[in-house]
């Protein structure tokens, strides 16, 4: 009786393989369609190699089972490219006839769509840096941006980031006009969004102009004020005279308020003075103007014109004519006077002079002048 037990317990141990075969994981993962998708499903017991099979039902569409060469498991990736719920038996069987099956319920959700959530760009001025991002949520990354109509505005490219899920427009614009064009972004699963988008870029700011025609007269010995004013280019300026020179007495100084050049002080020498100033940008472009400030010994008699301004919208500015005698007309202003006022102080006493304005508009034509006006200096 004791041999034969001793015999039994020898076979068993001769025979591993008789042992059960068994898969362990009970369960699989949820998925994402278009994201990659990975799991593993583990056996023990029997005797390897095993061999696996989907004996019904289906893994998710674009997910594959391979075989570790190395493990006792199946492991199953790909990238899911239908959302529902996947219902596979596995069965699993070992090198000695003995299986297992399982089993499973995956769900593969259907992936979010990307959306394009910029809706409107800024606008850009010709020669000044522009900066913009369309962005984008949702979906799956990474995306893939392009221009899908329309172009850029020219000088402006589009690249899209490397740590952020947005598409960079950076450049100089280089030409003014309306740029329309659509930007197209794809997510890894292929789902689409498109905006349209309009950017106008406009021309460059006018270059810096001095707006300011004349200078005041003034008196030996009475304080004196006056401003030279520009526009347009960039700032700060940056102010000089070029020839001529201020009258003696007078100093110049910039504004640091506003982008004026002011002059003032106390004359000191009577005569006629004939300054060139020149204002500079901060990009380099310059722009000059002369005049002629006469410092008078003493009070002396200036006639002070007015007229009514032209009713044309595309007035440019404004001309004043004198005569001795009311038939030859001389001009008197040396550039185009912006308002509606002017002072003549070379007028001689005991005199009779004639007055008449002219508008000029942008394009150069001058009106017919204004009635005449006598003017008797005592």
Known sequence: MKASLLLFALLVSAFPCLASITISTTSLPNGTESVAYSAVIQASGGCTPYKWSIVSGALPAGVAAKASSTTKSLRLSGIPRRAMTYSPTLRVTGCGGGTFKASYKIVIRAASSVVITTSGLP?????DAYTAAIKAIGGCTPYKWAIASGT???GISAKASSSTTSLGLTGT??????????????????????????VAIQAATAGVAINT???PNGIVGSAYSGAVKASGGCTPYRWSVVSGALPAGITAKASSTTTSLEVSGTPTTAAIYSPVVQVTECGGGTF???YKVVI??????VVDLSWKASTSSDVAGYNVYRSADGSTWKKINANLIASTLYNDPTVANGSTYYYAATAVDIYGHES???PPVKVNIP
Do not use: D, I, W
């Open 123 to 127: 606008n850009g001025t010709v020669r």
């Open 152 to 154: 850029l505005p020219a």
């Open 173 to 198: 614009p280089t030409t003014a006009a309306v740029y329309s064009f659509t930007a197209k972004v794809t997510g890894c699963g292929g789902h689409v969004s498109e905006v349209s988008y309009k």
């Open 213 to 215: 025609t004349n200078l």
């Open 288 to 290: 000059k103007a002369s």
């Open 296 to 301: 008078q010994a003493t009070t002396n008699h």
């Open 368 to 370: 017919s002048s204004t």
